[in-house]
């Protein structure tokens, strides 16, 4: 028997390698897990029944902004509805040199644009913890099949918080990596200079080495380096003499609820005993202009990316009397409105005359922003601070406020903005819903967050099958 909410992808790695379960029969329990909870979550958009006669490990499932071969790939959209990529994405098709099997694509926020997947154009997944909150956005599909164990381990992208946010709201171990560290080649692109494909797992060793598998430079993507120094799985029970940096902005920011709060508190004070050296530093910036600058950077990026969806190249089309009217009709039809609202942002803020004012003070900002992380990371080995400011948040509550939507990044943007790596780790329960640890470090740090996550992750033992599913187990 095996209970796919229980089987860490290690755990599954080491069934396949006994041989005590090939690779097409625990495809196989994964799909079931599927059938029998997908319609409630709608996490999955579609998933793949067969299996590659040369797989040799387990499954994964991949955020629909990962292209596929031979697989639908839309992102979420309608302007890609029907689009079946000719190529792999480089990191699926490391996953397959890696003998993984592709059990389907997750859904998504439209163009990864969102927090909570509800501007999916093919609606709102669900929160295995409580199914009338969201899963968080804009990877809420991934997040939500892991938790549900609908998978052992996805991938997502993140641009600025998609992958840790879903990760903090479905209680997953989610990593956003250092910029230009997994290659981008296939993924279909947000904002270039932001973007990034990462793991979504329930464990941060899983997390450590489906990082291990598509991390390293790529002839494709001019953006990425080789890693400085090879991904370790972490061990250990102690934090000695780990310096963790508490931004002193963080008493200030009223947003952070206060049962989010208090578990990342908790968590704090843990370190402490477990040898961490714990300190204040100081990143004034961050959370006041983070936001606005992400908001001018990553629809300027958009507006720029988006335009190659002209119904000529991908996707379907909605005809016009003159080439001029076909463009604007697919595009008014295929886009929702979230990704017409960035495009209308980018390319104002972009526009002459209004170029420098937006766009070039964001840049500017932005270089501030990097200044102060690395003034904060010369005197500590990681940041710490929650990565939602909430748990999850029900369903329609703030699909008609983009500002509030918006806000749930707040504190997982400044470090994106940065190019830093950045860990989410469960560290609590607030209200039965679970509460993520942000921990941040310097380029290529990957290795220090896995080893502190994992000793906080085992000293705090937090549950990661939500509890409504809990007495399923067994059954
Ligand atoms: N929620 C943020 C946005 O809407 C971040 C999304 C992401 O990281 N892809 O842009």
Request: aromatic fraction near 6%; charge should be negative; charged fraction near 25%.
């Amino acid at each position: 028997m095996i209970d796919t909410l229980r089987l860490s992808a290690e755990e599954a790695i080491a069934l396949v390698e006994r041989k005590e379960v090939t690779p097409a029969e625990l495809h196989g329990v994964y799909l079931g897990a599927i059938a029998e909870r997908n319609d409630e979550l709608n996490a999955y958009l579609r998933t793949v029944d067969t299996v590659d006669a040369d797989a040799t490990s387990i499954p994964i499932a991949f955020k629909d902004v990962i292209s596929t071969r031979g697989v639908e790939t839309t992102a979420g959209s309608r302007i890609l509805e029907g689009y079946v990529p000719v190529f792999d994405a480089t990191v699926a098709a490391r996953c397959k040199t890696a003998g993984l099997t592709l059990l389907g694509k997750t859904n998504t926020d439209e163009f990864a644009m969102g927090s909570s997947t509800e501007n999916s154009a093919y609606g709102p997944s669900h929160n295995p913890w409580d199914l009338e909150r969201v899963p968080g956005g804009s990877g809420g599909g991934s997040a939500a099949a892991v938790a549900a164990g609908l998978a052992p381990w996805a991938l997502g992208s993140d641009t600025g918080g998609s992958i840790k946010q879903p990760a903090a709201l479905c209680g997953n171990v989610g990593l956003r990596p250092t910029y230009g560290t997994v290659p981008r080649y296939g993924a279909v692109a947000f904002a270039s200079s932001l973007d990034q494909i990462g793991p979504v797992a329930r464990r941060v060793r899983d997390c450590a080495l489906l990082y291990s598998i598509i991390a390293g430079r790529d002839p494709r993507d001019a953006t990425t380096v080789e890693l400085p120094a090879a991904v370790e799985l972490p061990e250990g029970d102690r934090l000695d003499g780990v310096r963790i940096g508490l931004p002193k902005q963080l008493d200030e920011l009223t947003a952070i609820e206060p049962g989010v709060r208090s578990a990342f508190e908790r968590t704090i004070e843990l370190a402490r005993e477990l040898g961490a050296e714990v300190g204040e530093c100081d990143l004034p910036l961050s959370f006041e202009y983070g936001l606005p600058c992400y908001y001018l950077v990553a629809p300027a990026e958009a507006s720029s990316n988006l335009a190659r969806y002209d119904g000529v190249r991908y996707g379907p089309r909605v005809e016009g009397s003159t080439y001029r009217e076909m463009v604007e009709r697919t595009r008014d039809h295929g886009f929702g409105d979230e990704p017409k609202r960035r495009i209308m942002l980018g390319t104002y803020a972009l526009s002459a005359g209004y170029y420098d004012a937006f766009y070039g003070q964001a840049q500017r900002v932005r270089t501030l922003l990097i200044r102060e992380h690395r003034d904060a990371l010369s005197r500590f080995d990681v940041i710490a601070t929650p990565t939602s400011p909430t748990v999850a948040f029900r369903i329609g509550d703030k699909s008609a406020d983009p500002l509030a939507m918006y806000a749930c990044d707040l504190l997982t943007i400044p470090s994106c903005l940065a190019g830093l790596p950045g860990l989410s780790v469960p560290c609590g329960l607030s209200d039965g819903l679970p509460v993520g640890l942000q921990l941040i470090g310097p380029q290529f740090g990957e290795n220090a967050l896995f080893r502190a996550g994992h000793v906080l992750e085992q000293a705090l033992g937090f549950d990661p099958v939500p509890i409504r599913l809990r007495s399923e187990e067994g059954a």
